[in-house]
């Protein structure tokens, strides 16, 4: 699971990266209006409603440009906002806040986009025993703010990357030649310590995953019927993941199913951001 601790010690390597996609050699419209440096302060206002995510991120941004700036807010990332609803405020150099505007509201939007719609998502597996995972599907550089914001939102991590754990998807079976056979090479080759998650997509690869001993068998884009004999055909031997075509009208169908757990790749490539704004940007006399 991404936590708050390893986000923030991962952060500043991310903002600055994303800092210097924006900021190249100088902020030429802000240094045309402000010659000077000067104090000022803006509102942030929410023009949606959702979960708010990333209120450290949309801080650190500014901090990183000008040591002295500061965000006062009475929210904290996983708290229900609405529109209208004033934030917070953000003090410190007119130049550094109007210099890091952009950035710091892309963080902010699109990881309270992410924990909003995976509010939305885990709210229809409540009284379920069915846990709501995220995917590797994530914007690149993006990953650990992502991840973060489905935990924030009620989800869980699936693998972080690569290196995290095995999962055997239907090209490594095709590179192994067989379930059995990739399933038997991960075995070999991975630490004992690892659990083996294999794909499936057919009631006889189930059959042969399980023979094989998967710990872990997602069932890969079944329908609704299929997926329950799939189920009653593991019996409790391995667990199992529900993927592919996964929406949130279908989630309460798949969890009466019994699978242990429903990955989705839309909670993070498909969320749309939260609309959030900074507004009333003014010196401080």
Known sequence: MISGVTMKINMDDYIIHALKEDITSEDVSTNAVMPENKQGTAQLI?????????IEVFERVFTLLDDTSRFETKVKDGDKVTKGQIIGV????IKALLSGERTA????Q??????TITNEYAKELEGTNTTL??????????????KYAVTVGGGRNHRYNLS?????????????GSVAKAIKMARDYAPF????EIEAETLDQVKEAIEAGADIIMLDNMDNDTMKKAVELIGGRA????????????LREIAAIGVDYVSSGALTHSAPVLDVSLKNLKPVE
């Open 46 to 54: 929410c023009k949606a409603n959702g979960i708010i995510c990333g």
């Open 90 to 93: 953000l003090y410190g150099d």
């Open 105 to 108: 509201l892309n963080y902010l």
């Open 110 to 115: 699109r990881m309270s986009g992410i924990a």
């Open 133 to 146: 995972l995220d995917t590797r599907k994530t914007t690149p550089n993006m990953r650990p703010f992502e």
């Open 164 to 176: 995290d754990g095995v999962l055997l998807k239907d090209n490594h079976i095709g590179a192994a």
């Open 193 to 196: 310590v690892r659990k083996i």
């Open 239 to 250: 667990q199992t993941e529900c993927s592919g075509n996964v929406t949130k009208e279908r």
